[in-house]
């Protein structure tokens, strides 16, 4: 059986999944009984003798009136052009596949609801994690147990460049440049080192866990921008590294969400998640904790997640039932997210402070950790502190 | 609409099957729709004052004829009853959902077959790393993916030994006896020190890579009984800890394959899977490295990945379509694995064995790391050292 697919973009993502294709063809067929081909390809530029030059089209609607055309790779990205052509190809009866968080995480409740009513899927695996086998796996799993933390690294530029930081030494603007360089980091960074990115990833784990849709407005996101030689020299000395980390608690009363730097034990299998690689941290009430880890971006392992979603919508007979409604979720306020925190104070006399930490190659410097407490609590217990030290760092930790 | 199901074995497994049903009850029938009752649980033993008691049946017929059960539990372990009963389970129109690595390792080809003529499904996600969400994502990975080496650490009671002495410096013996009283290991230990239970686990994933039988038998196993403090410190100077691996690597000739205790890089994730927990490790061509973490045993996770196929199996309208075929996999002579070894030698001057490290505490051994080479290399390459030095240890690295 020989299946029809268009792919929007032909950037990284949209190149890589027609060369995912090619490379594992054999293997797909032998196990799926399918064959997959790229009939169209969607770009505003010119691949002058790109191997795939003839499948090329400015045109959506070539793809949109193809009936021989069933599955639609979403690669363009973004929140516009990207929305327009999803939603009309799934109105045109085609099932949409898309690594494009921004649009998930914006629209994915209204497109589901299209999809449903068409007939078609909407497939999101390599939206969060990249190419971690993630979506899938952890929609099963939220069907099955009760979600209680829903946590991880999703961003593999901030963790290449704190694991620059943390292995090397490496000051953050060297760790940034040596990234850029690498082609990791973007000249404007801000969308990952400001863990706004990841807090997207957070926001449609969280929508999936919650059947409710979590406005990433509503999310709190801090940058690792700041972090500094020192946090990475206390933290070690007190047994943690730092991550960019998100983190969902799905209490009683709401959800208490973050993406912000925190300290992670060494002992933590988050704490071993290094350089490009991403992570998702699952607690279940029943099913304990679960690590889901792979490549969180690059060409090819993104591009094999977008192709494990075409084979999905291949084998699909009908719509995939979601229960992701546009319904909001209550996101607890910022200031109600209750963990330990580790202080650092600047001082003249820091081992005046009891249970603080010193470190002879900071002299002027202390650092303690708190109990769990909320950031209300902990402005509140600084208070006293503050007439005696300048309060230099507050950093949480995740345990 | 209401679902009922069966429980053959009312041990850890089966009864925490019914308790995850009930913890989560409300979450599965908000998520699914579906409400699933246990509606018989088969055990030789009396449960006086159960609060299923009423549903006990020692009669598997009863099961057996009740069209009313379309999806029978198999939770008693072993390749005896449990395959009797899983197959007339499934003669008689009935999916099975089952924890059970022997059953599956043995007979899954043939009652895959069986499972397809009879339009129902054979599910086993809790066979392998007991609560990882992993057989699901496994299969879907293979299908995308050409996998080049699927491993891990699948034994939580071995983890658990090993864990205790490279951290509190504990003896074999000594771990192997906190293990018991904590209930982690049995009075004869032998399945899961000597790696035979970790080695029916890679079966299971390496039949389902090849769609061809892997035979257990043809898996060289190598226990972890004589593993020592020695070989800890040594690993330690050179940056490993050691851990029980499976292993295999899909090469164009056959298949590399081992269960045996392996140096791991402190650096690699596999080596912050401490305590019960199990990981596996896959690395695709395309996908790149993946690891599945989580709760390797323990009654409520291994449950809740029954309940997972249990929801699986109410869902599938027809049979799951399965490429395991009884066809037996060409898997390579053990000698033919390869992969760095550690060397470890006692002699009388030990600095005199050029490249090799020295620990002052252990004054006559020496230890040294080969390059990647297969059993039949080693020996060759120690035929000189025996001149000088005895062989004390030879242990490979996993990488």
Not at 10 to 36: D, F, H, M, P
Not at 127 to 132: A, H, K, R
Not at 158 to 167: A, C, D, G, H
Request: net charge negative; aromatic share 8%; proline share 5%.
């Amino acid at each position: 059986m020989i299946l029809k697919i268009a792919i929007l973009g032909y950037g990284v993502v949209g190149s890589g999944v027609a060369e995912v294709l090619k490379i594992n063809a054999e293997q797909i067929t032998k196990k799926t009984g399918k064959k997959i081909e790229v009939k169209h390809i969607l770009d505003l530029r010119d691949f002058p003798s790109d191997p795939y030059e003839s499948l090329m089209t400015k045109d959506f609607g070539v793809i949109e009136n193809d009936p021989e055309v069933g599955i639609v790779v979403e690669a363009i990205g973004g929140e516009t052009i990207a929305y327009d052509y999803a939603k009309r190809a799934i109105m045109s009866g085609k099932s949409v596949c898309t690594p494009n968080k921004a649009l998930i995480a914006k629209h994915g409740a209204e497109l589901f609801a299209l999809a449903k009513e068409k007939g078609v899927n909407l497939l999101f695996e390599a939206s969060v994690g990249g190419g971690i086998p993630l979506i899938r796996p952890y929609i099963d799993a939220v069907l099955t147990d009760q979600v209680q933390v829903v946590a991880g690294i999703l961003n593999g530029t901030s963790n290449y460049i704190l694991t620059q930081m943390s292995e090397n030494g490496a000051s953050y603007a060297a760790a940034l440049k040596d990234a850029q360089s690498l082609g990791y980091a973007e000249q404007d960074p801000t969308a990952d080192v400001g863990s706004y990115d990841a807090c997207r990833k957070l926001c449609i784990l969280l929508s999936l866990a919650l059947d409710k849709q979590v406005n990433y407005e509503n999310v709190r996101t801090e940058g690792i921008e700041n972090i500094s030689t020192e946090d990475f020299a206390f933290g070690k000395a007190l047994g943690f590294t730092l991550k960019q980390i998100v983190s969902g608690k799905i209490c009683e009363n709401g959800v208490e969400a973050l993406a912000a730097p925190f300290f992670v034990p060494l002992t933590h299998p988050l704490a071993s998640v290094n350089d490009v690689y991403n992570a998702a941290w699952l607690t279940g009430k029943t099913t304990g904790n679960v690590m889901f880890y792979g490549s969180g971006a690059g060409k090819l392992p993104t591009a094999s997640a977008v192709v494990s979603n075409i084979i999905d919508a291949a084998n699909a007979t009908s719509y995939i039932p979601h229960a992701w409604t546009t319904q909001e979720a209550n996101i607890l306020p910022p200031d109600k997210y209750v963990t330990k925190k580790l202080i650092r104070v600047i001082c003249k006399n820091p081992t005046a402070i009891k249970n603080a930490i010193t470190l002879a190659e900071y002299p002027n410097q202390a650092a303690w950790l708190t109990p769990p407490e909320s950031e209300e609590q902990t402005i509140k217990s600084l208070e006293e502190i503050k007439k005696m030290a300048g309060v230099e760092r507050v950093l949480r930790v995740f345990e």
